[in-house]
């Protein structure tokens, strides 16, 4: 089973740890802010109202399980769970400080490690939460009886997803443009390539070592047979017919092995 805490975080179990409101389908991370300061926040979250608060210093807070249902987002409570950035309009200067968009990058990315969250942010405009999109999506996009209007600027989403080596990503996108594989990176930490196909939401990942990275990105030319690289998993999307999803993960590991092969 994965991790239920983030281990990063301050826990002070909340009136939903222990799953008092049961399980969620973990398809979904709700990206928020407060509208409001740290004090409050924080006892808005220890009644039960979203898993993690970010607060402006960085330190990250968490007040029940990841998959406990919590209070974030009306309908879509049982779609997964929500983050809050700490932040009020027209007092603080932006929504992220620069420690707390760090707090972010590493909650996020230990969410897609830990569990299976593809780093996928929805941008097509408010969804209905039986939509079947996985990924993450700000509290503006969601269709609610009481909907709102609280996001994540896209500026820092990028710097969530953002590979540790940018420049030989701009490398790679070029490589990848012809096919119809939107968005990729690459995690030198645990040496995969993650490639995104949306809106399907079709989510391959590689295996390929530093060393056939930074080869690919220093010749036009690959001789890509001596790369060691395993195109290795697909998560399918829950978006669409079983068809479609099938042949959404058939193309991008298509796009990708005549890359790689
Ligand atoms: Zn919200």
Known sequence: MPEAWYPQEIRDNGFNADYTNGHSRMEAVKKHFTVGFFHSDYNIGVRGYFQWLIARDGQVYQFAEADAVCFDSGEWNDAGPGIEISYMPGVDDAIFTDAALESARALCRWLSVEWSVPLVDWTGGRIDEWTGFRGFIDHRELVQTEQHVDFWPDDAWQFIIASDVPEQEDDMQTLFTPNNLQNYYYDPEVGMVYVESMPAGTFVIAQISQADFDRMNKV????????????????????????????NVHAAVSAISRFFA
């Not at 001596?226 to 399918?236: G, K, S, Y």
């Open 220 to 247: 036009s030319t690959v001789d890509v047979a001596a790369l060691n690289v395993n195109v290795a998993i697909a998560i399918q999307s829950s978006k669409g017919t079983q068809g479609t999803r099938d042949a």
